[in-house]
């Protein structure tokens, strides 16, 4: 049983105003969230009864969120051949997997104005904002390889019974993923092939990282009360949990593909879906968070723990359990931990992150003459300061679609300033953009080639995939 909550949205000339966000909501009943609200509402029925309603409905969400994917791409297993991720466990995939529309092809699309493209709603479906699998409840969404890990370590279930993860395993990064560290560079991979977890970090760690390193560690793989993991009757969990670790998403300090939705935008529908972003070479970043531009990777943590566990809401996080870790002595330390993990070898590359001609291809170096000229890459992606800029940029994608449709329930909203993530490792953490609405690297040329008008042929998109997967 569904209620159906209608609102208008009215575009004006220069952008939208919104009135009361997009039309056709449908809100479950097993999920009592108005669009409309800032706080979400306490559960006004037993937990037994959302179980009962939420397991009932999963096949069918999990059957819309699966038909929108399969519209939007194609996710079979084709992966490049002899190209591995940096683990040496799993192949990168390849190709483009977004769909164009019926008689469209990227060199026709890439000859159209944006205004031309909006106006013939041509713009590829898979290039729009990635809804959440099941958007009107949101919340963290585990793949399998992490669920059934920490299940075996630890006892610890991050299963949830209303939904499950939406893509397949051959588009997500390898697991569990090397650990490399800038204080123990000749050691390569520190992880041992293991995902590490409480009860495994100090036999794997101990005699490589310091006293304050270690305690840092612990903290970061100490699961801890969130918002649909924790002991309410409002969790998404079949027993009460203990909560989820920050390497429960950020696993062996890389990625899994983790999602939920980001605390910073209201009303739900608004919400963007954001893909969890790897913690490699965070000594080099200065801006966190791809909305909220936090300064330091202290305020980071210290945020996430506060209100990001709870989607924003510290109303929520002080009902179910916030942890509130000391700055000084606790804070601290776990950014001590995370200012170590450095990026995968990149044995192609100099020391200024250019690539060396006595190693590279043709290819690949063809690549990189693209990538710091026509293709306009470097301008963001800066090589001497890993490949980011410590800014965030609005491509204003809105110019080429109508803003304001609901797919899945969400509002499709312009993304506005999202900041720029490092390129290096980036053949290790698929599927790519802020959202994960890419599944390849040659997806992501395709996007930024439409986007910024670069009008770059066939074989100048492969040779600055080549290059990436130098990177």
């Not at 770059?456 to 600055?464: A, C, R, S, T």
Request: aromatic content about 8%.
């Amino acid at each position: 049983m569904s209620d159906l909550i209608s609102s208008a949205a009215v575009l004006g000339a220069g952008g939208l105003a919104v009135a009361s966000l997009v039309a056709s909501i449908t809100v479950l009943a097993a999920d009592p969230l108005p669009p409309d609200t800032t706080y979400r509402p306490l559960p006004t029925r037993p937990f037994s009864a959302v179980k009962a309603d939420d397991e009932a409905q999963k096949p069918k969400v999990m059957q819309r969120q699966s038909g929108l994917l399969n519209e939007r791409y194609d996710l079979a297993n084709r992966p490049i051949a002899g190209v591995m991720m940096s683990g040496g466990k799993k192949p990168v995939q390849g190709g483009v997997r977004v769909k164009l529309a019926g008689g469209a092809t990227w060199d026709g699309l890439g000859k159209l104005s944006p205004d031309e493209i909006r106006q013939r709603n041509l713009l590829p479906e898979g290039f729009k904002p990635l809804p959440h699998v099941k958007h009107a409840t949101g919340g963290q969404v585990f793949p399998t390889l992490q669920i059934d890990e920490i299940n075996r370590l630890e006892q610890r279930d991050l299963r949830r019974f209303d939904v499950d993860f939406d893509l397949p395993d051959h588009v997500t990064p390898e697991f569990p993923p090397p650990i490399f560290l800038t204080t123990h560079g000749e050691l390569g991979d520190v992880s041992r092939g293991q995902l590490l977890s409480i009860r495994n970090f100090y036999e794997i760690m101990n005699g490589i990282v310091t006293p304050v390193q270690m305690e840092g560690l612990r903290l970061l793989l100490t699961p801890f009360p969130q918002e649909e993991f924790n002991i309410t009757e409002d969790r998404k969990v079949a027993l009460p949990s203990l909560g989820v670790a920050c390497l429960d998403c950020h696993s062996n300090f890389h990625t899994n593909a983790a999602f939920h939705l980001t605390p910073d935008i209201r009303p739900q529908a608004a919400r963007f879906r954001l893909d969890t972003v790897s913690l490699r070479g965070m000594f080099n970043q200065q801006i966190h968070g791809s909305k909220r531009s936090l300064r330091s990777i202290e305020d980071f943590t210290e945020f996430e723990q506060r209100t990001a566990y709870f989607n924003g809401d510290h109303v929520s996080a002080a009902r179910k359990g916030v942890n509130l870790p000391d700055r000084a002595s606790q804070v601290a330390m776990m950014a001590q931990m995370q200012n170590i993990i450095d990026f995968p070898p990149a044995p192609k590359l100099d020391p200024v992150g250019h690539l060396d001609p006595m190693r590279a291809t043709p290819q690949e170096l063809a690549g990189e003459k693209l990538f710091m000229g026509k293709a306009r890459c470097a301008q963001c992606h800066i090589p001497q300061t890993g490949f980011m800029d410590q800014q965030m940029h609005d491509l204003k994608l809105e110019r080429f679609y109508k803003v304001g449709s609901t797919r899945n329930d969400f509002a499709e909203m312009p993304d506005g300033p999202i900041k720029t993530f490092t390129l290096r490792g980036i053949k290790d953490s698929p599927p790519y953009l802020h959202d994960g609405r890419l599944m390849t690297l040659a997806d992501t040329v395709e996007f930024f080639n439409l986007v910024l008008q670069l009008k770059l042929n066939p074989p100048e998109k492969d040779q600055l995939v080549a290059y990436l997967l130098t990177l």
